[in-house]
């Protein structure tokens, strides 16, 4: 029989925004996709989200899949795509190399590691991708072109990908606890939730597109700070708070345990033996 069903292996948070980038960008037709959980709850919240997408809790027969489960159970998940028939796997389990993967998957499957965020289900993703052994110039196009449908794509050597995770993967989460501060801070000073909560929105919007236009935030931010002035009074404290070095600890830190998760992946790939699949 065959199938040109593209299975999506995990309906989580990171699963279930490539599906909405994926379909609301018109990559692949409903019809063609397939959504893989084996949480019963979840599939339902699933099926009324993505209607004429097969959602099921075993792998379908099919040409491709993306792994989107926990990093521990990637090497599963990956040699039970190999077996429904996928010859092409996108991984985006944070920490899980493409050894680890290539191990459980076994030789001629083309294996591409990828680190997307959420902000692919808006399609603005920001994606890091490294490409395995077997994967050829046309599985790379391929799989830059599942990331690229959704956001930005950025080829890095696979020893990047971790500070990858730790920067862009999780970054959504850092401005996002940015935004609620702020929120709170113009309650604080005087200003309705709501008042504060729009305002914090167009200031993030009106910032990136100030940045994507401009870029080099330094001068940026230079522009909006005039000697003595209020901004700099603000500034002053974000400095004396050590605001940057909390960032960076915290890219840092986030980098290192997405290498913990891939070690943890790594013992699970044992149990494949490398020709398990063939």
Not at 40 to 58: C, H, K, M, N, S
Request: one cysteine or more.
């Amino acid at each position: 029989m065959t199938t040109n069903t593209f299975a999506v292996i995990g309906g989580g948070n990171m699963g279930s925004a490539l599906v909405g980038g994926l379909l609301s960008s018109n990559w692949i037709a409903p019809g063609d996709l397939a959504i893989v959980e084996v949480i019963a709850a979840l599939r339902a919240q699933l099926a009324e989200r993505f209607p004429g997408v097969t959602i099921t809790d075993t792998v379908p027969p099919c040409v491709a899949a993306v792994i989107a489960v926990k990093p521990p159970d990637a090497p599963a998940a990956t040699a039970a795509a190999v077996r429904a028939g996928a010859t092409r796997i996108v991984s985006v389990a944070a920490g899980v190399s493409i050894a680890t993967l290539e191990a459980a998957a076994g030789p001629e499957v083309a294996v591409i590691r990828t680190i997307p965020n959420t902000p692919a289900l808006v399609g603005r993703g920001a994606a890091g991708l490294s490409a395995g052994s077997a994967a050829t110039p046309a599985d790379v196009e391929w799989a830059a072109g599942i990331l690229g449908a959704v956001g930005i794509v950025e080829h890095v050597p696979e020893y990047q990908l971790d500070a990858v995770t730790g920067l862009a993967a999780s970054g959504p989460a850092y401005l996002f606890m940015v935004a609620e501060a702020l929120i709170d801070a113009g309650v604080l000073a005087g200003l309705a939730r709501s008042t504060s909560e729009s305002l914090v929105t167009q200031l993030f919007l009106g910032s990136a597109e100030m940045m994507s236009q401009r870029g080099d935030p330094a001068a940026l931010r230079a522009m909006v700070t005039s000697p003595g002035g209020t901004t700099a009074a603000g500034l002053k404290v974000l400095e004396d708070h050590a605001l940057r070095a909390a960032f960076q600890s915290a890219v840092v830190a986030a980098a290192d345990r997405s290498r913990e998760l891939g070690r943890a992946a790594t013992d699970e790939a044992r149990k494949f033996p490398e020709n398990k699949n063939s």
